[in-house]
């Protein structure tokens, strides 16, 4: 095991090709050997002596031929270093400790645990670049990705979404540092710096159900300018989106009928207007024609969300509301009130324009509660 010029590659291109590695000394007790083959590249390898004695080995492969020696220089005393600070399983990635990590759980706590961390990283971490990353070149703005990543848009049809897809997502990083942490605690790696200062989303741990009472209601239109105050009414007397509202036109009502016409998320539909309602958006109509807005800002343009949240947030704060309130909670004040009185969840959700499912999903406590009171006032017994 003497030492041989091995750092350039026209040095390294005059060996003969044999099984045993040429080995150049890096430091005390730290050599890297390079291996010819009868044909192809040659290998590089890495060797140093352990606490107890013995000579310890380790593969570092193939690197370009121009800076080899440097790289291979580098990889080596990465290797040493992990080993200094006990590290047992080198090259071990992100995917090994998952995978150690749910085999521990099944042992040390329940099979159901253990399956629903196994499912949680086979979704979200095996197979997948990240789970190929090797743990000692983990970084946590990768894992900051990840975890962003999980976070879905913005949706009118649940505005809910977006904090119960944080929620899950600060669920799914707390498995993934127990499987780190659980790495470290194991010696795969040798320190928490590539995962330690990625942080949860914060206060997305409950849902936020807020109802606006009556009361309430009336206030925040008051503390409303004018138009937006009409825009805010529109809301609770038909339960839509306020995008389907911002684009509605002249033409889409029909006062006879009694009904508005919208194109929204899920489509085209045609809503049943109340009295109250038909009357209302009569009154919007007057002097206008066509493709106009049927329910327009102070200078005759149309709606549009940066525009309302501009208006709608001053309103809140001066009718002394919470701030989570937002436009979107006059519809589901308006929901909520439809289900309330007795209407069925099937023409609730055709009005809204959304799924029965979502209706039941978000709505159903009250369809509940309100069978509830209709069984106990039945004589059964």
């Known amino acids: 095991m003497n030492d041989t010029h091995i750092e350039s590659k026209t040095q390294r291109a ?43 080995f380790h593969a570092l492969g193939t690197f370009d031929e ?6 291979a220089r580098k990889a080596a005393a990465a290797w040493a270093a ?20 749910v085999t521990d759980l099944k042992v040390r706590k329940t099979v159901r645990a253990s399956t ?23 970084q946590s703005h990768s894992v900051k990705t990840w975890l962003n990543s999980q976070v879905v848009e913005e949706s009118d049809d649940d505005p ?24 470290l605690a194991g010696k795969m790696v040798a320190t928490d710096s590539g995962w330690r200062t990625v942080k949860p989303f914060a206060k997305v741990g409950k849902r936020r159900d807020l109802f606006l009472t009556r009361a309430q209601r009336k206030t925040l239109i008051d503390a409303a300018p004018g138009d937006l105050a ?49 009357r209302f958006f009569s009154e919007q109509a007057k002097n206008k024609i066509g493709n106009a807005p049927l329910l327009s800002r102070a200078d005759g343009a149309r709606w549009t969300k940066d525009w309302w949240k501009k208006l709608f947030r001053p309103a809140v704060k001066e009718a002394k509301l919470p701030n989570t309130v937002v436009l979107y ?7 909520s009130e439809m289900i309330a009185i007795g209407i069925d969840i099937l023409t609730v959700a055709r009005l809204a324009g959304t799924s ?24 059964m017994l």
């Open 329 to 335: 909670s006059l519809r589901h004040a308006a929901i």
């Open 230 to 278: 009409n825009l805010m009414r529109a809301l609770l007397m038909t339960a839509v989106r306020p995008g389907e509202l911002a684009t509605a036109t002249i033409k889409d009502f029909d006062p006879q009928q009694g009904t508005l016409k919208l194109n929204g998320k899920t489509g085209a539909r045609s809503v049943t207007l109340s009295t109250e309602a038909t």
């Open 82 to 101: 992990q080993l200094d600070q006990g590290v047992k399983k080198f090259d071990a990635t992100l995917e090994d400790a998952c995978r150690a990590y």
């Open 116 to 138: 629903d961390a196994d499912k949680r990283f086979a979704r979200l971490v095996y197979g997948t670049a990240l789970g190929r990353v090797r743990l000692d070149k983990l």
């Open 14 to 56: 005059r060996l003969a090709p044999r099984r045993d590695p040429y080995w150049s000394r890096v430091t005390k007790g730290l050599f890297i050997g390079y291996r010819v083959p009868e044909s192809g590249a040659g290998t590089w390898i890495a060797r140093c002596r352990g606490d107890d004695g013995r000579q310890q």
């Open 160 to 183: 809910d979404a977006v904090r119960r897809s944080k929620d899950s997502a600060n669920r799914n990083l707390s498995s993934l540092k127990a499987a780190l942490n659980f790495a």
């Open 356 to 379: 029965v499912a979502m209706i039941d999903k978000h709505y159903g406590h009250l369809r509940h509660d309100l069978t509830r009171e209709k069984l106990d006032a039945v004589a």
């Open 66 to 71: 121009k800076s080899a020696y440097d790289e």
